[in-house]
């Protein structure tokens, strides 16, 4: 039989060889592929821990040979979390071993990544795209402490280079957001009002006979989380104006979440669509989006005018078969303040509904002809449309225009979806180029 | 991350917040090492928040030990009672007060070394097994909104 010490050598050793073959892994997918500057971050992260992790256990070894034998359980916690962490580690990497440049819209993640950047303390700020097996969007904390700066988001990976669907990423770096504010020293005004509203209306909703203190966690993390999701989409939607509700409504269509019966539903994690959605259309008219596309002859723009109509009285969260109504009535005393904190951390999105009034048709008509809105470009940047006007007016044309476009082709028709799924992947990719072409535009500037 | 991936690494945090602290312990037991009073501190300011009944707080991360619904969850799942947790946070304020050096100060930390390591245990056992975590209390969830 193997002694204590015998069988903790055998299992270092294996721990030893993992990381080393994760590490050998990421070096040769650096070699092979183009990464983001984000991406290569993480990478040399993950060589630094695998550096970490291997002197470690290798001190562990070091340490039992000279311990006696009773102490040998403690060090073998010690190599189980090592273990541990490597095995949530492992997941992530495949992910970002995939996400290499030809496999991602990196317009759209240089846009983010500038976006991010615009928030005060954020400056340093890069996104790491993980491309998941999953057919959903989620922010990611790896708990491997990678650099603070980084934020990780999981992309579908068959949606990778696409471009509307991932407009809906804007959401998840919301998230990044918000647990940034919620880690700075210096919380703003906007911030600190907004957790007291969440306090207040906690203990408006239980007295002192709620004790345990797992319910009460478990209580206050329904209303956080729910926060947090206004706030993701009250983000997303200041950044790219209607074009993050379309995606949104898309993306949840494809999965199945917009079914009738549902919209009216809150769960443990989300509060429900009506509510996401009337917050949205609140935002957009305030910010002067909705006037320019209510009008739109899209199925999109009325439902999101009839759900977000749904009546306060019939939302419900229901948990464990019981209605739980006070956790909606607690959560709308809240919504405001998320709307206050969104305005705070982005001043600098008030005005994009004016660009897109002005340029929306001429950004259209580039398309209409099936050319790339870059022509509309100039090298003095106030007067080219900017990114979100192109990317709004692409999402307008994908949902109005396309059938206009295909008349005018021969052999093309609207109705024949291999022939529609062409022209949307051609309108991507040219509303992709403008956006390139926007981003280098103003990269030459800022160097003249 | 999907929410079982998410749940999962928050037990790994709270196994980790253990060893940061069994570790020290055994190095003072073991006479190698002084009473570690910053990590019993941070124990303390914890074990403090959970017995006050708000270990979450708005607006603020639960990366930290003993803050998200798993890990307050495991710790009863562990420590079956009120008092057993009273008598965790107990021993650590007994242990800060008395500085270290005696007899009685090396077996509380022995006392508070295996409360720990039953709780890392079964910390370590959650993040193995992909289960759901146990749901909260509903009947008291809905006593106290009174719509039971």
Redesign the interface.
């Known amino acids: 039989m193997q002694s204590a010490q015998d069988s903790l050598i055998h299992e270092a050793t294996s721990l030893f060889r993992l990381v080393e073959s994760i590490d050998i892994f990421v070096a040769e997918h650096e070699n092979l592929f183009s990464y983001t500057e984000a991406t290569q971050a993480f990478f040399l992260h993950i060589h630094d821990q695998a550096a970490v992790t291997r002197n470690s256990v290798s001190d562990i070894i070091e340490k039992l040979a000279q311990a006696p034998e009773h102490?040998a359980p403690?060090y073998r916690?010690?190599l189980?979390?090592h273990k541990?962490?490597w095995r949530?580690l492992h997941?992530y990497i495949k992910p970002a071993t995939d996400a290499h440049t030809l496999n991602l819209p990196s317009p759209l993640i240089q846009m983010a990544t500038e976006d991010l950047r615009r928030i005060p303390g954020m400056e340093g700020t890069a996104v790491v795209v993980l491309l998941t097996p999953?057919l959903?969007y989620?922010?990611?904390?790896p708990?491997s402490r990678p650099p603070s700066q980084l934020a990780f988001v999981?992309v579908p990976y068959s949606q990778g280079p696409s471009f509307f669907t991932n407009l809906t990423i804007y959401h998840e770096l919301g998230h990044y957001v918000y647990?940034s504010l919620?880690?700075s020293y210096n919380?703003s005004t906007a911030?600190?009002a907004?957790?007291a509203a969440?306090?207040r209306a906690?203990d408006d909703?239980?007295?002192e006979?709620?004790?345990?203190?797992?319910?009460?966690?478990?209580?206050?993390?329904v209303?956080?989380a729910w926060t947090k999701e206004v706030f993701c989409d009250l983000f997303a939607l200041r950044h790219l104006g209607p074009a993050f509700s379309f995606a949104l409504i898309d993306m949840l269509s494809l999965i199945g979440l917009m079914e009738e019966e549902t919209e009216v539903k809150f769960d443990a994690?989300h509060p429900a669509t009506a509510l996401r959605l009337r917050e949205q259309l609140t935002r957009l008219r305030d910010d002067g989006w909705w006037a320019e596309v209510q009008d739109l002859p899209s199925e999109h723009v009325s439902l999101i005018a009839r759900v977000a109509g749904k009546s306060e009285s019939d939302y419900f969260f229901e948990?464990?078969e019981?209605?739980?109504?006070?956790f909606t009535e607690a959560f709308l005393t809240i919504v405001p303040f998320i709307h206050a904190l969104v305005s705070d951390v982005t001043p600098h999105c008030k005005s994009a509904a004016e660009d897109f009034s002005r340029r929306r048709l001429e950004i259209e008509d580039c398309f209409l002809h099936g050319v790339v809105p870059s022509k509309l470009l100039a090298e003095g940047e106030a007067s080219s449309p900017t990114q979100v006007s192109m990317i709004n007016a692409a999402y307008c044309f994908y949902l109005t225009l396309l059938p206009k476009l295909m008349d005018k082709l021969e052999g093309q028709e609207s109705y024949n979806l291999i022939h529609r799924k062409k022209w949307i992947e051609k309108l991507e990719a040219w509303t992709m180029k403008g956006i390139e072409d926007h981003q280098l535009l103003t990269a030459t500037a800022a160097t003249q | 991350m999907p929410t079982d991936l998410q749940t999962r690494t928050q037990y790994l945090a709270l196994a980790e917040f253990c060893q940061s602290i069994i570790w020290p312990l055994c190095d003072y037991v073991e006479g190698t090492a002084s009473l570690p009073t910053a990590t019993l501190e941070k124990m303390r300011a914890a074990l403090q928040s959970v017995t006050s009944g708000d270990p979450y707080r708005f607006g603020q991360r639960t990366a930290a030990a003993l803050g998200s619904y798993e890990q307050v969850r495991t710790l009863e799942e562990v420590w079956k009672t009120p008092e057993q947790i009273n008598s965790a946070l107990e021993l650590t304020v007994a242990l800060l007060d008395d500085g270290g050096g005696t007899a009685d100060t090396t077996s509380k930390a022995k006392m508070l070394i295996d409360l720990f390591l039953k709780l890392q245990a079964t910390a370590l056992w959650n993040f193995e097994q992909p289960k759901r975590t146990t749901p909260p209390d509903i009947w008291e969830l809905c006593k106290a909104l009174k719509t039971a």
């Open positions: 102490a403690r916690r010690e189980i979390i541990d962490r949530t997941t999953e959903m989620y922010h990611n904390t708990q999981e647990d919620a880690d919380q911030f600190t907004l957790v969440m306090s906690f909703m239980f007295d006979s709620l004790k345990t203190p797992s319910t009460r966690t478990w209580a206050k993390r209303l956080d994690e948990f464990a019981k209605r739980l109504p006070a």
